[in-house]
């Protein structure tokens, strides 16, 4: 049979890693797919000829991408120039040509994906993203297809290997979150915008798919809560250890009788959980279903080799899956586009969590009563409390707790009132903790 032909736009680290995965293993990859798969036109505006094998084994390589989205001869577009535009402009030309798409780009998907896979309904091609989603772990398959008969109940994943990256360094080392982040860039890990990583944006994206995906809902990337890992500092990776917990940077969708939470924030985690172990740039995704329970997914998430491990995966499906009824494709988003539910996403006021608070208080009798009068008024239940000895001469004190879990509006309202304490210095450091209990 003859081979599939691709056009491949980007060769940069995932590009490159793409052209040296089809070409150093295509062997095995034919034998897989049933057919050769060659890349017949590349476009890239510049590349490394020294970090890429197999360039010679590509028919023809441009500057020019949508030459390649416009080329007649090609059967499959693989996007990996990553970013909002011309990616898009770019998907929707090759999906109008017929041609099937194969894309990394989380941040497209995220915002566009709707749009996206509508488009390609209607044209009868796949869009095909694993690699949009924590690296090289095949985590979209697992929920499309391997799970594909569970109730899934929630996601917790640590889904940016940058962020667990400065956070694991910072634990371990003690070192401080600018210098983690620079050695972390170093690595190729991070976003172009570095801001990406740090503010949970990239983690936010991925989180997004993640939760579609799990509960068959559109793509709402304006609805998932972001926040960032920047604020948290040395000494409460510090207190976090000595309650037993971990600090991680982690993207939670839940379903519940409400509605859907999706949200990305630091978080305390038991030191016991599989998933707390996660370390470095590493990826790990934690599912729970009802008929299988949790079951965990680790691996690298970023890089070229194993991005592109991912890539590749995706354009073998495409290629067997080529001669297929549209119809009865996996899809998109793992449920029939007409099954799209449309149950809220939460907003984070609504969403149900524990927490750890630190207090900045004077040593003073009856300080730590007004506090927790506040908490109790709220109906927040304190599960853990500590009280560190001051400095010398200082006569303030940080007071650490635990709560038990309470709705956060409540707790907005309680932070509210404790920083209004004359006897509270600043502003009560708050992080999310979630138990991830199978
Ligand atoms: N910047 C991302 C990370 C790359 O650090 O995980 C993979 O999406």
Not at 402 to 417: C, K, P
Request: net charge negative; proline share 4%; hydrophobic share 45%.
């Amino acid at each position: 049979m003859q081979p599939v032909n691709v056009g491949l736009l980007g060769m940069g680290t995932v590009g490159g890693g793409t052209v040296s995965v089809l070409t150093g293993n295509a062997r095995e990859i034919a034998r897989r797919a049933g057919r050769g798969i060659r890349i017949a036109h590349a476009a890239a505006r510049a590349y490394d000829p020294q970090s890429i094998s197999g360039l010679d084994r590509i028919g023809r390589i441009t500057d020019d991408a949508f030459a390649v989205v416009e080329n007649p001869e090609i059967d499959i577009v693989i996007e990996l120039i990553g970013g909002y535009s011309p990616a898009k402009e770019l998907v929707l030309e090759a999906i109008g040509h017929g041609k099937h798409v194969v894309t990394a780009n989380k941040a497209l998907i995220a915002l566009h994906g709707n749009e996206i896979f509508a488009a390609a309904r209607e044209r009868g091609v796949m869009v095909a993203f694993e690699a949009a989603v924590a690296g090289g772990i095949p985590i979209i398959k697992a929920l499309r297809e391997g799970l594909a008969a569970n109730h899934i109940e929630w996601i917790a994943g640590i889904i940016n290997g940058t962020g667990n990256y400065i956070l694991t360094e910072m634990r371990d080392k003690g070192r401080d979150f600018a210098d983690a982040l620079a050695e972390a860039q170093s690595f190729g890990y991070a976003e172009a915008d570095p801001t990406f990583d740090v503010d949970g944006i990239d983690a936010a994206h991925k989180l997004t798919i993640l939760g579609s995906l799990a509960f068959g809902i559109p793509l709402q990337f304006d609805k998932t809560y972001t926040e960032g890992i920047s604020k948290i500092e040395a000494q409460d990776v510090v207190h976090a250890e000595k309650f037993g917990y971990y600090i991680k940077h982690l993207g939670v969708t839940r379903r519940s009788d409400a509605g859907i939470e999706m949200r990305v924030h630091p978080t305390l985690i038991p030191r016991r959980r599989l998933i707390a172990n996660v370390d470095g740039v590493m990826n790990a995704v934690l599912v729970k279903g009802d008929a299988v329970g949790p079951t965990l997914y680790y691996g690298a998430g970023a890089g070229a080799m194993p991005t592109a491990s991912a890539v590749v995966a995706d354009v073998v499906d495409v290629t067997r899956a080529l001669t297929t009824d549209p119809n009865n494709r996996v899809p998109h988003l793992a449920f029939q586009p007409d099954e799209l539910s449309d149950i809220p996403v939460l907003s984070m006021e609504e969403v149900e969590t524990a927490y750890y608070l630190r207090v900045t208080a004077l040593d003073q009798p009856g300080v730590m009563a007004n506090i927790a009068g506040i908490l109790g008024s709220e109906g927040i239940s304190i599960e853990a409390i500590q009280q560190k000895e001051p400095e010398e001469g200082d006569t303030h004190v940080p007071l650490i707790m635990l709560t038990h879990l309470v709705r956060e509006g409540h707790m907005n309202q309680a932070i509210s009132r404790i920083e209004a304490l004359e006897s509270v210095k600043g502003e009560v450091v708050r992080i999310r903790v979630e138990h991830l209990a199978g």
